[in-house]
């Protein structure tokens, strides 16, 4: 638990210490130079999980031929899944449900933006019907 607070506190607050005695331009400096320093490693992270997220989304579309709300929510956890995949199946596991939480979210953010605010409430309900017509 200390370990994670040394960090977060190292992580977060890093220019506190720096900050104390230093005068405004470096203070600047400071900050441009964490920015360019850890931006571009984030930036290219989340692009990887977008496009594995574009094309799991796709292929699942694509071999379901269905364009519904479980396209997402797999494409979500094929990525989660993908991303942790090497750190063991524990990880792997926790990574694919938050993976397809992710992928139902994006959904609703994407269709409530596209289509207005009834967007989620009638999806969750026209999915939640779809499910339990079949048994």
Do not use: M
Not at 45 to 74: E, H, M, P, Q
């Amino acid at each position: 638990k200390q370990w994670y607070q040394r960090r977060v506190r190292g992580g977060f607050f890093e220019h506190t210490r720096t900050f104390d005695a230093s005068s405004k331009l470096l203070r600047r400096n400071h900050c441009l130079n964490s920015i360019t320093k850890r931006g571009t490693f984030v930036g290219n992270s989340l692009a990887v999980l977008a496009l594995f997220y574009t094309a799991s989304t796709g292929c699942i579309g694509k071999l379901r031929d269905k364009d519904d709300i479980w396209n997402d929510i797999g494409g979500g956890a094929v990525t989660g899944g993908l991303y942790k995949s090497t750190k063991g199946i524990g990880t792997f596991s926790k990574f694919v449900g938050i993976g397809a939480i992710g992928g139902l979210l994006l959904n609703l953010a994407n269709g409530t933006f596209e289509q207005g605010s009834s967007y989620a409430s009638e999806t969750i309900s026209e999915t939640y019907e779809d499910l339990f017509e079949r048994r």
